[in-house]
């Protein structure tokens, strides 16, 4: 193999905000935020919208997300422009 080519992957948390699920892995995408694992180790914390434990297709389950509500707080949060 290539010497300095290959990024500098570590231990990181990735964290689902959806249903609270985290697991441990390796990644080289940088965060500033970090957590306590289940070990006593402190983690980088990388959080994401959807994993295995939320996604249909791993859990058969369809969940409906709420886009206009989301569209209308952006709109009352920034304004229309004109």
Known sequence: MKKD??????FVVFKDTSCEFAFLGKSCAKTKETIVWE????YPLIKLDI???SHPFFTGKQKFVDTAGRVDKFFSRYGKKK
Request: without cysteine; charged residues 40%.
């Open 5 to 10: 080519i290959h990024p500098d992957y570590r």
């Open 39 to 42: 070990d006593g180790n402190e």
């Open 51 to 53: 994993s295995s434990k």
